[in-house]
């Protein structure tokens, strides 16, 4: 079984010299997400992944807007050059400088497409904003099992219908058709089975936490998830491969 997951790139290993040989849980993360070659691939083949998407967690959104461009270019570019070094083990999300739109604009046409209820809620204001319908090709992905968005779709629905929020359709439409849907290390068989009578196979992907949750169990899980053969395939890999056309 092929199995695309997402991970972490944390800090640059230069912050992390400074810091000597203290190896609290939080800084062992953010070694291991620092670690962008050798170790990382270790650590995959260790639980049977053969690519991970890798996006930074250290966002350059949260730098002052004076720093968070150059940031940004300096962020993605190593991405690029680990992804460059592992072609067939790595590929990348870009982390765009969104205090400057334009900026963001252009730091994504450069590098190509780049937490919890504030992620779902930004979601919701693509959504409610018409973007869906004015971009009808733009997706996005929302991890952590839809920070919650879908547990509510039906309450936002009845709340919110197209005649209070003028859109052309409720809000699930646009959530079925745009938005893919990944647990983020939350290997949860309750939440699993939420999502998937939700939103389908059609729209999860795969994907872990890594380096903030262990790998340990991902293909347990994997193996233990209810459902078909052919679903499973959809989730682990080949929803990936349509999306991010790898």
Known sequence: MLIIGD???AVPTSALDARGSDRSPTLEALALGADLGEGRIK???AQGIQMQVVSWATAAQLAPADQAVALAHAANNQL????????ARLSELAAPPWQDPQAAAAELDRSGWGWHHEAGIHVLRLILSGAFEKYPSLQVIS?????????????????LPPKVTGLSQTITEPYLNHVWVTPSGMFNLTQFQFIHAVIGA?????????PYLTLDGTREFIR???GSERDREKITHQNAEKLFTL
């Open 7 to 9: 991970g972490r790139g």
């Open 43 to 45: 650590n995959m083949d």
């Open 80 to 87: 690029a050059e680990a992804t460059a070094a592992s072609p």
């Open 143 to 159: 991890g952590r099992w839809g920070e919650m968005v879908p547990f509510y779709l039906q309450r936002l629905d009845d709340m």
């Open 202 to 210: 059609d729209r999860i992907i795969w994907s872990v936490d890594y």
């Open 224 to 226: 233990k998830l209810p």
